[in-house]
């Protein structure tokens, strides 16, 4: 950001960029920021300058940074153990599974790392329990129905279910059986329904594909059809769960329960942790050995999303989450009628898109709200994506739509002037 004071002395942003691109495999193209502290909604970078940060890690830091039920949490488990693998009992794993069964309203979890583990542990449970129907002479096939603009995550199995063919064709082939549907669209997936179909997968809001909430009447739809064979019904919480919406999980807002549901990204605040939960009809299905993890559930994971759960609880967080989302996204939807070229303001609680009219500005608007040092992304190529902590203010909110209105009105200014084209796709357009 400052190349006269961050010149390439040891530890400078300079010289870690250096480093990485010789040593680290390039699977990601990251922001010129080099963060060492954090507190609160607050980033702060190497020269010590701070940043709001709107995306958490990616929906990942509900709690903020230094939180402390979580440092609390952290210092206590130092002392005990961090790991005892699952040939042995440690005390964290029934009482969180315990407080994530009364969340969700689900009977039994099963603990692994990350998200796309959890997701893989549904694709599997769904095929391991259509195995178990067809053994008790019902007919039931191993299909799995995707959504268009899903995201899964980047295992085989769960690649297969992510439909952007950037992620997925590079390494086919991956797993067999999955076949799209047009996301909310009742009468393709009527259509591609069948008793060959083990499983119905969905984000409830899907993240990745731009913050598009799933209609009640698919949602409907997909549990409808679901019941009618025996197929499982998987919903894809791990962005949207865990309080993001202001519920504990999205489905709680649609008063329908899946059979399925995974979480991760929020769950234990920053410490890798990921969870398929499931009913206990369909956890039947998996029987000792079928499935497992060595660091699955381990003790400090364990420990702090037990803290973080009871955080949420005590502190009211999901009252706030939901009233503070509701006046961002109403503050947004003001900011929409001004500018035209925000298309269109998604969200629930406080995961929310900010559809742009072009890449290119959505791009430009990243990047100009990381000059005025606030954080926040873009997915689909076109929508800004907020996921702030839980413990965001209302000042923070109010700071936020003063730069993005600022922006917006000297982007406004600016392209109305015929020399001065912002969208570089209109010079070719
Ligand atoms: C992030 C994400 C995943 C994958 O989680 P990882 O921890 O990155 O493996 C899966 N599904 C959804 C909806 C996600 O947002």
């Known amino acids: 950001m400052n190349p006269q004071t961050d010149s390439g002395k040891p530890g400078s942003l300079k010289e870690i960029q250096a480093a990485e691109a010789k040593l680290l495999v390039q699977t990601y193209e990251r922001n010129p920021l080099l963060f060492v502290s954090g507190q609160g909604v607050r980033l702060r970078d190497e020269q010590g300058n701070e940043y709001l940060d709107l995306l958490s890690g990616i929906g990942v830091c509900a709690l903020g940074y230094q939180h402390p039920a979580i440092t609390g949490a952290l210092q206590q488990q130092s002392h005990g153990l961090l790991h005892t693998s699952n040939l042995f009992y440690h005390r964290g794993t029934s009482e969180l599974a315990l407080r994530l069964t009364e969340i969700t309203g689900l009977d039994r979890v099963f603990f692994c790392n990350t998200g796309t583990e959890a997701w893989e542990a549904a694709l599997k449970l769904a095929r391991a329990h259509a195995l178990r129907l067809r053994s008790q002479g019902r007919k039931i096939g191993t299909g799995i129905l995707a959504m268009e603009d899903s995201f899964h995550g980047r295992t ?66 997909a549990r409808e059809l679901c019941d009618s064979t025996g197929a499982l019904l998987l919903l894809d919480e ?18 329908i ?40 559930g381990n003790p400090l994971a364990c420990a702090v999303a037990i803290a973080v759960i009871d955080e949420i609880k005590q502190s009211r967080l999901l009252d706030h989450v939901a009233s503070l989302g509701g006046y961002f ?6 900011l929409q009628t001004r500018f035209p070229c925000i298309r269109e303001v998604r969200g629930m609680g406080l995961m929310i898109g900010v559809e742009l009219e ?37 000042g923070d909110v109010d700071h936020t739509i003063d730069a993005l209105s600022e922006l917006l009105a000297t982007h406004s200014r600016f392209s109305t002037q015929p020399t001065a084209v912002v969208d570089g796709e209109k010079i070719h357009g």
């Open 358 to 394: 072009s890449e290119s500005l959505a791009r430009q608007t990243l990047q100009d709200m990381m000059e005025h040092r606030i954080i926040l992304n873009r997915t689909h190529e076109t929508v800004l994506r907020f996921l702030p902590p839980y413990i965001l203010s209302r």
């Open 257 to 296: 329960q899946p059979d399925v549901t995974t979480l991760a990204k929020p769950l234990a605040g920053g410490v890798p942790i990921g969870a398929m939960l499931c009913s206990e009809e369909a956890s039947r299905a998996l029987a000792p050995g079928m499935h497992g993890t060595t660091f699955g």
């Open 238 to 255: 791990i962005q949207s769960g865990m309080g993001r919406t202001g519920r504990w999980c999205a489905y709680q807002h649609y008063g």
């Open 156 to 221: 085989m199995g769960s690649l297969a279910t992510t439909h952007k063919l950037k992620y997925r064709e590079p390494f086919e082939p991956v797993m067999p059986g999955v076949s799209f549907v047009p996301f909310n669209d009742v009468e393709a997936l009527r259509a591609a329904f069948s008793s060959d179909v083990c499983a119905i997968a969905i984000e409830v809001i899907q993240g990745e594909g731009g913050i598009h909430p799933v209609s009640p009447l698919f949602l409907a739809a």
């Open 329 to 334: 996204l109403g503050r947004l939807r003001e």
